[in-house]
């Protein structure tokens, strides 16, 4: 047992002096590794990050040991030292607060702290001060004048002459019968300080019309941020108050639902705007009569959900006569324009008021009543190039596409499963006729006869060019109607003035014309040179139904076209073909002829330019480009015991095309009653080919178009009076 004892006494003491021994190791080993952290906390290689523009400002530590110092001109725009960045570098394994890449506003304070602190803990302050240089700038860089306070304050700017350090106000005599006071609100360069300080108030002279007051000068000193002093006096001119009381400006914006509180950024199809500018996507212009003091305006072309319930709106837009003070009602009160509206205009003296009224559109005034409207029914996957359809026809109950089998129902737009028989159009049957399997060119008569027409290639390629009627229905073949030579016996092109339209007018049946279209030009192998240039016109006479092939009428217009242009000569009366003519012409280029309708007695030109309808629709804009002013088609009528033209062209860069009816109340003098402008760029349509072409028909007593322009798709329109 003593044994025993003696072992666990041996052992317990072995355990005590290990345990001690350990604790002595450990807190050795503790004090070593701190002694041996860094004591480094250095800053260095401070950078300024500046924006608006990006700048990087750098400097050196300064003999302080502790401050980076910047400066910043006074001149420069102190907005960019109130967020800039500050980036620096430090030992290793320092760190700082606040950390490299924070902001500092150096125009609240000039001076930003940083504490850095080393590995081992110890700390060191360092400072990125800013100082902005001296300004000798004593400069007042802006200069407002003021009268009146909140919403019935005016406000009147200065001119300022730096050079001379002089600053002209103009102030009218507005809203103060007795003594008033004004307040001159000064901007200077940076850091300077004006004498007397801003705002100045300047006492002003009652009105008295009978004895305006001289000039009232104000002197001011300004003083640079470093001392420098400059000398400024501001004159104020007291004038008359302005006496005029005009509409200037005037817009009308009808939607097909409820008007949005901010006018649409863009014109849509949804949207119907009367407009004082002359702007290619107005719908109608407005006419401002200053010397009866009238608004009016002619209706557009109107969808189908206009009506005069749709007419209660505010003017989206309106401008008045410079100094004008007040309008009752107010512009932003809505209206029903269906009815006739009256604006009072209070001018700047407070005394003039002029009453102006907005007509309601005239009773029995036509426009154009959308009756329906149809996206081009080919989707772009089925579209070939080079085969774009230029035209459309009636033919029974529907319409026809050039160059395509479709049939459209004309009453609602709707595409139907319906197709033209085309089993008459093959070589065998037709001479010259080429690898075509459809009309190329199709038109309607004066009693409403389907014809359509064979395509003439590039080179002349083909014998003939040959016209055909279908005269039992879209089911039934096509019978031929005319095949014009365009070749002599030895195979050598005819001098033919022949475009790729034809125009027919009468009845085919019975007695009628075949007027050519002159198109295109020699470059383009469908005209000879010679013809182009001379405008050359050929028209066949169909007498008792059969044309007269040998024996063409030939006018030569000497309007010269270039290589991409349309020229069309109608006789005004069917019955006398040698004259007198419209003619139609224009090119799809740059330097002309622009759209234009011409009255010829003979059909030699010049004659009576008639520009009313394309200047309105087009005024300046751009002419450049395939399409842009190019004239294409127009038609004479008569309706309501009236003669009228309708007349296609094609516009401009902005992308419309322009459809005019005028009221020919002598050979020379058209007016216009109605018209649009048409959209060709929407989304909608597939091809930026703008050519096309009009048909129309008596439908219920009224005129009704068909408006085809190319790819785009077909508007049918009434020619509607407002009631």
């Not at 940083?114 to 860089?141: D, H, K, L, P």
């Not at 009381?245 to 005037?250: K, L, Q, R």
């Not at 002029?354 to 989707?379: C, D, L, N, R």
Request: with cysteine.
């Amino acid at each position: 047992m003593k044994i025993v004892k003696s072992k666990f006494r041996f052992l317990k003491t072995a355990n005590v002096f290990l345990t001690s021994l350990l604790c002595v190791l450990y807190f050795s080993s503790c004090n070593k590794d701190d002694s041996d952290k860094s004591d480094e906390k250095t800053m260095s290689n401070v950078r300024i990050l500046l924006t608006a523009p990006a700048q990087t400002l750098t400097t050196a530590l300064q003999p302080d040991g502790k401050t980076f110092l910047f400066t910043f001109p006074a001149t420069e725009n102190l907005q960019r030292v109130g967020n800039a960045g500050i980036a620096f570098d430090l030992s290793d394994g320092a760190s700082a607060t606040p950390t490299s890449g924070s902001t500092h506003n150096f125009n609240d304070n000039p001076k930003a702290t940083f504490i850095v602190r080393a590995e081992n803990g110890s700390t060191a302050e360092y400072i990125v001060e800013m100082q902005i240089e001296a300004s000798s700038e004593a400069e007042i860089t802006a200069f407002d004048f003021t009268i009146g306070t909140g919403a019935a304050q005016l406000s009147y700017p200065g001119t300022i002459n730096a050079q001379q350090g002089t600053i002209a106000v103009t102030v009218a005599y507005v809203g103060w019968s007795s003594a008033e006071t004004g307040a001159a609100v000064l901007t200077l360069s940076n850091w300077a300080t004006a004498t007397p300080a801003s705002p100045i108030t300047v006492p002003l002279p009652p009105y008295d019309a009978q004895n305006p007051p001289a000039p009232i000068t104000v002197d001011i000193e300004v003083e640079a941020g470093d001392g420098t002093k400059k000398d400024w006096k501001a004159t104020l001119t007291l004038i008359m108050p302005s006496s005029q009381a005009s509409i200037t400006g005037f817009n009308l914006d009808f939607y097909e639902g409820q008007q949005p509180e901010n006018t649409p950024a863009t014109f849509t199809r949804g949207q119907i705007r009367m407009s004082s500018t002359t702007s290619v996507t107005d719908n109608a212009a407005i006419i401002i009569d200053n010397e009866n003091r009238t608004i009016t305006y002619s209706l557009p072309a109107l969808p189908a959900w206009f009506n005069k319930n749709k007419m209660t709106v505010y003017p989206t837009f309106i401008s008045f006569s410079d100094g004008w003070s007040n309008v009752e009602p107010h512009f932003n009160t809505a209206l029903d324009f269906s009815q006739d509206q009256t604006y009072v205009i209070t001018a700047e003296d407070g005394v003039t008021k002029e009453t102006w009224t907005v007509k309601a559109p005239t009773v029995g005034s036509y426009y154009f009543k959308e009756i329906w409207a149809m996206s081009f029914p080919f989707g772009t996957d089925e579209w070939r190039s080079g085969e774009a359809p230029n035209s459309i026809g009636i033919i029974g109950d529907y319409l026809n596409i050039s160059r395509t089998e479709l049939l459209i129902n004309k009453s609602t737009g709707a595409l139907t499963t319906n197709e033209l028989d085309l089993s008459f159009l093959n070589p065998t049957d037709v001479p010259g006729w080429g690898s075509q399997t459809s009309p190329f060119f199709v038109t309607n008569d004066d009693h409403g006869n389907f014809i359509g027409t064979s395509l003439i290639n590039a080179a002349w390629s083909q014998d003939y060019f040959n016209l055909f009627v279908w005269k039992n229905g879209y089911d039934s073949p096509a019978e031929m109607l005319a095949a014009i030579p365009l070749k002599d016996a030895d195979g050598e092109p005819l001098e033919i003035g022949f475009g790729r339209k034809v125009q027919v007018l009468g009845d085919i049946n019975g007695n009628g014309l075949i007027i050519s279209v002159n198109s295109f030009g020699g470059a383009s192998g469908q005209l000879l040179d010679d013809n182009r240039e001379s405008g050359m016109h050929y028209i066949w006479k169909i007498e008792n139904g059969v044309v007269d092939i040998a024996n063409p009428i030939i006018r030569e217009t000497n309007i010269t076209l270039n290589t991409n242009a349309y020229q069309l000569l109608t006789p005004i009366n069917i019955n006398s073909p040698e004259g007198p003519y419209y003619i139609g012409t224009a090119q799809f280029g740059s330097s002309g002829p622009f759209p234009n309708l011409v009255f010829s007695q003979d059909g030699a030109g010049p004659g009576t330019q008639i520009r009313g309808p394309f200047d309105l629709l087009m005024g300046d804009k751009s002419r450049n480009g395939w399409g842009n002013q190019a004239y294409h088609y127009h038609k004479l009528f008569n309706i309501d015991n009236k003669n009228m033209i309708a007349v296609f062209t094609g516009s401009n860069s902005e992308g419309h095309i322009c459809f005019t009816v005028m009221e020919r109340e002598s050979n020379t003098e058209l007016t216009t009653i109605a018209k649009t402008a048409l959209p060709w760029n929407n989304a909608q349509w597939i091809n930026t080919n703008i050519t096309g072409s009009f048909t129309m028909e008596v439908v219920g007593g009224k005129m009704r178009f068909y408006v085809f322009p190319t790819n785009r798709g077909i508007f049918c329109y009434e020619l509607a009076q407002w009631e």
